[in-house]
């Protein structure tokens, strides 16, 4: 007779968070349900980034008590160095009495979008200083051309006078 547990649990990525972009956290929501259990009992949680290939990018571990059931928003960091595309979430309770289950989710990593509103700030900002720099230029040179002028003038009379 083989040992059965009652155990089950779901794992599931928010709709909100189930595309991120590397760096970022990625939240997960997990319900477990132990209706057999009548103790409070310690269960080790373990959560693994898996890529497209089934690679472990990252892990955690952390350690809940549970009576007859658990519900918690949990995440894990996407590192810097992923790639884009399709990753699993996978989550393992295990107890330490020979309990072990697993359960998964997908989400999407994706490129670090451009915010807009900076580059338009940018673009405005280098269109105001190139704006006031031909401005300044134009009356620079016109401010050299008078004071020539001035000189060519007071030259001239300094001529006439001799």
Do not use: C, H
């Amino acid at each position: 007779m083989g040992f059965s547990s009652a155990l089950s649990f779901t794992v599931d990525v928010p709709k909100e968070y189930a595309r991120v972009a590397p760096g970022e956290e990625v939240y997960f929501e997990i319900k477990v349900l132990y209706p057999e259990n009548l103790v409070r009992k310690d269960l080790i949680l373990e959560y693994s980034l898996l890529d497209e290939e089934g690679e472990v990018i990252a892990r955690s571990d952390t350690l809940r008590a549970i009576e007859t059931q658990l519900s918690l928003l949990d995440s894990v960091v996407v590192p810097l160095n992923a790639g884009f595309g399709l990753y699993n979430v996978r989550v393992r309770i295990s107890d330490y009495e020979g309990l072990s289950e697993e359960a998964s989710a997908s989400f999407d990593v994706l490129r670090k979008g451009v915010d807009w509103a900076y580059v338009l700030v940018g673009v405005v900002f280098f269109g105001v200083v190139v704006y006031l720099g031909l401005k300044f230029k134009r009356y620079w040179n016109m401010f050299w051309i008078r004071i020539k002028v001035k000189e060519i003038v007071w030259d001239r009379f300094k001529e006439e006078e001799r």
